[in-house]
């Protein structure tokens, strides 16, 4: 099994640019999750789907974070226009039954804004 | 709302000694407890988990955790280190109702020689 396969491992970026992070779940897996790790906050839920559907966004933190899932092997964390205080460590994880399975985690994306 | 308390923000121990990194957590309804290990420049990987049945829970790479109903605790320990265990250790809770996971602010493992 090829685990949570994320891309890019790393992105700088300067402030006002649009940045796509992509997500592979692993197969079979019915959820995954987006999350953003800083020295300040921790680890930080942004955003959690089920079967492809978003169940709970309360974690986004503005408008300018969104995310799809467009079918079960792949899903995409946007933000537009991006900022400085978006750097962080991004990780998307996934589980076989919501948030009660283990999750597992991809090795993340290091953004940085500049 | 849940909450969860790593103790130690750092926690050095030498090579073949014993270690236990605390978590303590509130919740009003009940909860999954997990532990979660993060090598540098990784993301997480299980350790071990507590859903029902014995309190004392094994996992891998010789750890163990205790879960205290009465002291909403859910220590991680192991018997003995090696250098290969520094790493960062954080304690999660997933409440059984909602779903809502909160993860620890994490606990340095450093492992001297």
């Known amino acids: 099994d090829a685990g949570v396969i994320q891309s890019p491992r790393h992105e700088v970026t300067e402030m006002g640019q649009e940045v796509t992070l992509r997500c592979k779940p692993i197969s079979g897996h019915n959820s995954l999750f987006w999350y953003r790790q800083t020295m300040m906050r921790g680890l930080e839920l942004l955003i959690y789907f089920n079967n492809n559907v978003p169940i709970d966004d309360s974690g986004m933190p503005e408008d300018r974070f969104s995310a799809k899932m467009p079918n079960a092997s792949f899903s995409t964390l946007k933000i537009q226009p991006s900022e400085p205080r978006d750097s962080a460590v991004y990780f998307c994880?996934?589980?076989?039954?919501?948030?009660?399975?283990?999750?597992?985690f991809g090795n993340g994306t290091r953004l940085t804004v500049t | 709302a849940q909450s969860v308390t790593q103790l130690d923000s750092q926690v050095p121990v030498f090579e073949e000694a014993p270690v236990e990194l605390r978590c303590n957590y509130s919740s009003s309804v009940s909860v999954y407890l997990f532990w979660y290990v993060q090598y540098p420049n990784q993301g997480l990987q299980l350790l071990l988990k507590?859903?029902?049945?014995?309190?004392l829970v094994k996992g891998i790479n010789g750890f163990e955790a205790e879960f205290n109903k009465s002291q909403t605790s859910f220590h991680l320990r192991k018997p003995s280190v090696h250098i290969s265990d520094t790493a960062e250790y954080f304690c999660a809770v997933t409440d059984t109702n909602a779903g809502k996971s909160t993860f620890g602010d994490g606990t340095t493992l450093t492992v001297k020689p």
């Open positions: 507590y859903l029902s049945g014995s309190t």
């Open positions: 994880a996934s589980s076989l039954e919501g948030p009660f399975s283990p999750l597992h």
